[in-house]
């Protein structure tokens, strides 16, 4: 679900200096203009502000209306965005970088260093409702040496440093104040129509309906072949997949069961299969009493069945989830064991801490108290509302009583999630390439619409987090990360759920879609569409 924006120190340091990307030539050569690109998605956009969203709607289309200094390439290395190059010092302490000269904004306005400066001070400025503060607290001085070069420093090496510098970067001249007017950045009406610098320009945002672009014909890199990008909302997968069987939309993530349907049903469709960098978890409110003890976390975790969790949902595409990292990333600890369904060590688990069935009823109780609680996810997930009656069932014979609510997306998340006005979830996250995260688990990012909505507190784990960003050495990294996975795994803030595959599908028509290290979608810009194939008319 949420997008997070961190960084990759051996990358900071191996490719100081790089410069800008190369576009696929054998795609450009072949390239045409025209044609619409219609995605399905279950949940609409919160903020297109990359400063202030935080879900993956709103980064889906951010993505391609924004650019940030940097980015990743399909080989997960850092290159140049709206940075043309950069140097880093070598006490890691300082980022000069070099700013392309030939940018504009979709309004016409010059692209400069003031909207980096800018975009940094929104970061940093406590009544902004950011969660990316944390990446920009090392930050001691910026510097702008000339309208096309800017000077960082922080207070010690910042080992995300320069992929934090991927955050899209937004235009000064549209929200700063005018005419002596007060301007609430957090609620500013750009939030709902905004300017940006990316292959994408905004058109129209039909809330719960639709997210319309357009190709941007002025954009730095050329304009991108396909002309226009439709964001359609629709909050149920299965309307989804009848919406592809009538080829109303190009694309979808398919649910494993959608994935396995009859080939015919897929004439017209190209299917992709690889693991998602990512995983899925039950969280637990740490400031609801029931979920104080660790022990009891644990009892709950040997309740759950997960293999069976993992069979059902997701038919073999996919692993049990330990910990805080997939199994694809460097920082996986693969000594981490994952806890075996063993409801009876359970029930003895909870005996010893006083929740027994007194009244033989069925339910666990203790002073008077029934152990029960709601589980609440978003509507629309398969898979997790599967999984949310699967919990229910296990703990049910461990005499837990589960109420399930399954809550439309937006109300999920700013009433529910960022409030923390929650017992239990289901959610995932969908991570970056760098093992900071320093914002889901500190004990700082507890505020309002941050990551750690869990309230999780851990002394060691928040000295591990503060070592792993100013340390460069990858081993030395790999160790204090893996460290990590183990007291999270131990101490069981989420039961780590599964690990999905990425299942998505693509019309054919559309020419480039290719599965990198990356994933699906890094090269969208150069997709086209022969002319003989294109199905809607595009008028120039």
């Known amino acids: ?8 120190l051996i990358i900071l340091i191996s490719f100081s200096g790089c410069k800008k990307p190369v576009i696929e030539k054998s795609l450009v050569s072949k390239s045409v203009f025209g044609d619409y690109y219609i995605e399905a998605s279950i949940g609409d956009a919160s903020y297109l ?8 709607a709103s980064g889906d289309i951010n993505n391609l209306v924004f650019n940030g200094l940097v980015k990743y390439d399909k080989n997960i290395i850092i290159v140049g965005d709206l940075a043309e190059s950069w140097n880093v010092s070598d006490d890691g302490k300082v980022i000069i970088f070099n700013l392309r000269k030939n940018v504009k904004w979709h309004d016409g306005q010059p692209f400069t260093a003031e909207d980096v400066k800018f975009t940094y ?38 080992s995300p440093g320069l992929i934090s510098w991927g955050m899209g970067i937004i235009p000064k001249h549209i929200f700063s104040a005018k005419n002596g007017e007060s301007v609430d950045f957090n609620t500013h009406p750009a939030n709902r129509k905004p300017i940006g610098t990316g292959p994408y320009k905004f058109v129209e945002w039909k809330t719960d309906e639709k997210i319309v672009l357009e190709a941007n014909s002025d954009y730095f890199e050329g304009r991108p072949n396909i002309a ?23 694309s979808m993530g398919l649910t494993p069961d959608q994935y396995n349907a009859y080939q015919s049903f897929f004439k017209n469709y190209n299917k992709f299969r690889y693991p998602s960098f990512g995983y899925s978890y039950l969280a637990y409110n740490l400031l609801n009493p029931l979920f104080k003890e660790k022990k009891i976390r644990q009892a709950i975790a040997y309740s759950i069945n997960k293999k ?31 806890y075996e369904y063993n409801p009876e060590k359970a029930k003895d688990i909870f005996k010893s801490f006083g929740w027994k069935d007194s009244d033989n009823d069925g339910w666990l109780d203790k002073n008077g108290k029934k152990f029960e609680f709601t589980l609440i996810t978003n509507q629309g997930n398969k898979s997790r509302s599967i999984a949310a009656e699967l919990i229910q069932e296990h703990l049910k014979k461990v005499g837990i009583k589960v109420n399930i609510r399954i809550l439309e997306w937006s109300t999920f998340i700013h009433q529910y999630v960022d409030k923390k006005n929650f017992d239990a979830i289901i959610l995932g996250w969908a991570l970056s390439r760098d093992p900071d995260q320093y914002g889901i688990w500190h004990s700082s990012q507890r505020k309002e619409g941050q990551y750690n909505f869990i309230s999780y507190e851990n002394k060691e784990i ?3 987090l503060e070592e792993g960003r100013v340390i460069f050495d990858i081993k030395k990294r790999q160790k204090i990360y893996r460290r990590m996975h183990e007291i999270l795994a131990d101490e069981q803030p989420y039961t780590f759920l599964y690990i999905a595959d990425a299942l ?30 294109q199905k809607y008319t595009i008028q120039e």
């Not at 950011?130 to 800017?150: Q, R």
């Not at 998505?504 to 194939?533: D, S, T």
Request: net charge neutral; aromatic share 12%.
């Open 1 to 8: 679900m949420r997008q997070l924006l961190i960084s990759f």
């Open 49 to 56: 502000n990359p400063v202030l969203s935080s879900d993956s």
């Open 121 to 158: 001070e929104k970061l940093i400025d406590p009544k902004v409702k950011t969660p990316y503060s944390s990446d920009f607290e090392l930050v001691t001085k910026f510097e702008i040496i000339n309208p096309h070069k800017i000077k960082i420093t922080y207070k010690k090496p910042f």
């Open 228 to 250: 226009k990008y439709i964001y359609r909302i629709i909050p149920d997968e299965s309307v989804q997949f009848l919406e592809l069987r009538s080829e109303t939309i190009d």
């Open 308 to 338: 069976e969790i993992i069979g059902g949902i997701l038919l073999g595409y996919g692993v049990p989830a330990t910990g805080p990292f997939p199994p694809t990333s460097w920082a996986y600890n693969p000594d981490v064991k994952d």
């Open 462 to 464: 928040d000295k591990l």
């Open 504 to 533: 998505p599908v693509i019309h054919k028509r559309f020419i480039g879609p290719e599965v990198a290290p990356l994933g699906i979608g890094w090269n969208f810009k150069e997709w086209y569409v022969p002319k003989e194939k």
